[in-house]
């Protein structure tokens, strides 16, 4: 299985951003699909995630009400729209995959497949 994020760019505070994540060698409705990110020295940190059977999202508290995730079956591959961006959203942000369809995981630990992130810049 391989993930590819995409769709990360410099945007102003208060822009939006969508971000897609692809997945290969699979099927994205077997995976519980999270979105991760890391600023520059720090640890890397939920953000939001969608389960395998799709009936279950989650956030993180920084994000309710500006990110929102989603599935494109017939694509094969999740989004994350991003609006109301600020500069403490700039970081390098990852999909990831979990193989346990049901439930939602929130550790980077409990994930198995790592896309190579995409940098997202929030600035004036």
């Known amino acids: 299985v391989q993930l590819q994020a995409s769709g990360g760019g410099l945007v102003r505070p208060g822009g939006s951003l969508r971000l897609s994540c692809a997945l290969s060698g699979g099927t994205v409705g077997n995976y519980g699909i999270g979105w991760f990110r890391q600023a520059p020295g720090r640890e890397r940190e939920f953000v939001a995630a969608i389960s395998g059977s799709g009936s279950t999202t989650h956030y993180a508290d920084f994000v309710k009400g500006r990110f929102s995730i989603a599935r494109d079956d017939a694509k094969n591959m999740v989004s994350l729209q991003m609006n109301d961006l600020n500069p403490e959203d700039t970081a390098v942000y990852f999909c990831?995959?979990?193989?346990?369809?049901?439930?939602?995981?929130?550790?980077?630990?409990?994930?198995?497949?790592w896309g190579q992130g995409t940098l997202v810049t929030v600035s004036s």
């Open positions: 990831a995959a979990d193989v346990r369809r049901l439930g939602i995981r929130t550790a980077p630990s409990e994930y198995t497949y």
